[in-house]
Nanobody, 121 residues
Framework: QVQLVESGGGLVQLGGSLRLSCVASGFAFNVLAMKWYRQAPGKARELVAT????????NYADSVKGRFTISRDNTRNTVYLHMNSLKPEDTAVYYC??????????????WGQGTQVTVSS
């Protein structure tokens, strides 16, 4: 059974930093790309960042380039999202998912509960 458990969210001030974690189980983590998404109130879920199975390739949404970094630890079945210079528009529930390639936005695992990130101004 695919399971994705996100954590690390919280309330942070403008310009602050957070590190999100997503622990995966129930599938071959080290052969799949991993992705972070977010969903703000009243908006559709959007792709934030992706990383290839070995961690050698990444992609970012234009809105987070230069501020967010995605990484993974295949020994721990964990993907991370390091977020710096946070802005109020980054406020959202953040989710992770798996996919066959880091080049697209398709995620096929069951969605976890997500982790709430709130940036105050």
């Amino acid at each position: 059974q695919v399971q994705l458990v996100e954590s690390g969210g919280g309330l942070v001030q403008l310009g602050g930093s957070l590190r999100l974690s997503c622990v995966a189980s129930g599938f071959a983590f080290n052969v799949l790309a991993m992705k972070w998404y977010r969903q703000a109130p009243g908006k559709a879920r959007e792709l934030v960042a992706t990383i290839s199975s070995a961690g050698s390739n990444t992609n970012y949404a234009d809105s987070v380039k230069g501020r967010f970094t995605i990484s993974r630890d295949n020994t721990r079945n964990t993907v991370y999202l390091h977020m710096n210079s946070l802005k109020p528009e980054d406020t959202a529930v953040y989710y992770c998912n798996a996919g066959t390639t880091y080049r697209d936005a398709v995620g096929f695992g069951s969605w976890g509960q997500g982790t709430q990130v709130t940036v105050s101004s």
